[in-house]
């Protein structure tokens, strides 16, 4: 080899060396922040006023409006605020678990593609969840792309977990925020890939069964139910049977009136739908006075389509003053401490207790009565009875109690009645 080409050789291998050594560097200072450093730059979570968050056919905004955060995805429905508040803090504080080495034609091994309104079926399972954050003015404050679970595999030996499936469990998620920027956080996002759901204010019906002193359910068609208590410690009974129709079913009972209990909605359905689309024009009323006065009214409508068993449902609250003959318990309990005190001052504070609860249940069914809910099957179910649901039927008497109340033999003959006047065994 003559000399002149050797060295053309070596430069161009210090060349090809320091080409590769400013590549590392670049890339090495292109990379992230160490591990400990938060994922997103710093933004101010004050200015946040709409989160987008867009999958693979989802696509939710929770934004402000007037104000007021609402699920604009969901016609507006006012959104959880405790949710939002903990999801912006918890977007804000993420931290970097492990930078991945991870090139373009491997996101989709991470669930880490940009979402699409239609995948291909190639890409199903490549696509993540892309959650913005945008300010009054739709300017861009922070962006995130939200992959697949870190599932964690338990030691070899170690037991399997049902729960978690043979013993693996999340443990972290993959994550990116630009490009070429893939992170392992150290905890699980779960809560912001929801669905729309989970981001709406879930404060509904919770009427437990022993404050309830009144229960109708009434409608088309259907014989009407009504529910009692005699006193404030009786049990609810079934107004109206009659001994031949037989007995109340206390379970039957007690699962009606539960069924107020925790009661939560589903979805919201569009507010343009008539009366008539919904069935709520014929519907199914149930209403509910608890021991203070409230009044619940739900109206259960159609079922959405004939292919599920969901209901459309209404709801408004109103607040009755109870009734004498329940507040004479009320009365009657406070009527040791009120004669300890000034009786112009126990009324003043009573007074100012039913004020407040008065403009909490106006303030309930302002925001209740306008909107159409709709009701899982397994929910409406318990309110959906029949009064024939409620009762025990007669049994049918046994064959030796049938024949113990057979008529007499023929050849017995008629019984003689006692001539008038005559002692008949009751006396003179």
């Known amino acids: 080899m003559k000399l002149k080409t050797f060295v053309i050789l070596i430069v161009l291998a210090v060349l090809l060396g320091g080409m590769a050594y400013w590549t590392v560097q670049n890339k090495t200072a292109a990379m992230p922040p160490v591990i400990g450093s938060k994922v997103l730059p710093p933004f101010p979570l004050n200015e946040v006023s709409k989160i987008l968050i867009l999958s693979s056919g989802t696509n939710i905004t929770v934004a402000k409006t007037q104000g007021i955060w609402t699920v604009a995805s969901r016609f507006n429905y006012p959104a959880k605020f ?19 080495a991870v090139t373009e034609s491997e996101l989709g091994q991470f669930s880490l593609l940009a979402p699409a309104p239609n995948v291909t079926s190639n890409a199903i399972g490549q696509t993540g969840t892309l959650l913005q954050l945008l300010n009054e003015k739709n300017q861009m404050l922070a962006s995130l792309l939200i992959g697949k679970h ?37 905890k699980t996002l779960d809560r912001l890939t929801d669905n729309a759901k989970s981001w709406m204010d879930d404060e509904f019906i919770n009427v437990p069964a022993q404050d309830i002193v009144e229960m109708t359910v009434t409608g088309p068609d259907c014989i009407p139910i009504i529910l009692r208590r005699a006193k404030d410690d009786d049990p609810l ?21 539960g069924g107020l209990n925790y009661l939560g909605f589903d979805d919201i359905a569009a507010p343009t739908l008539t009366a008539k689309e919904t069935g ?9 006075r608890t021991r203070k006065g409230r009044l619940y009214t739900l109206s259960i409508g159609n079922t959405l389509t004939n292919d599920t068993f969901d209901r459309y449902m209404q709801v408004s609250v109103a607040y009755e003053p109870p009734a004498a003959a329940q507040t004479a318990t009320n009365k009657a309990e406070t009527s040791s401490a009120e004669t300890k ?7 003043k504070k009573k007074d100012e207790e039913t004020k407040i609860f008065t403009e909490q249940t106006q303030a309930l069914n302002s925001k209740l009565s306008p909107w159409i809910y709709v009701l899982k099957s397994y929910r ?22 049938a024949a113990d109340t057979a008529a007499p033999p023929a050849d017995a003959g008629p019984a003689k009645a006692s001539a008038p006047g005559k002692d008949n065994g009751q006396g003179k």
């Open 237 to 257: 009974i079934l107004d109206g049977l009659r001994a031949d129709e037989g007995t109340a079913d206390p379970a039957k009972i007690s699962q009606l009136s």
């Open 341 to 347: 005190s000034d009786p112009a001052d126990a009324q």
């Open 150 to 186: 870190f599932m964690h595999q338990a030691p070899a030996g170690a037991p399997a977990n049902p729960m978690m499936g043979m013993g693996a469990y999340p443990d972290g998620q993959y994550v990116r925020t630009g490009k070429d920027q893939v992170f392992l956080v150290a």
């Open 82 to 100: 405790a949710t939002i508040v903990e999801s912006l803090r918890e977007l804000s504080d993420l931290k970097v678990g492990q930078a991945m």
């Open 380 to 401: 409406a179910e318990s309110l959906l009875v029949k009064r024939d649901d409620l009762i025990k039927k007669p049994e049918p008497p046994r064959k030796d109690e």
């Open 280 to 288: 709520l024009d014929r519907a199914i009323v149930i209403k509910a």
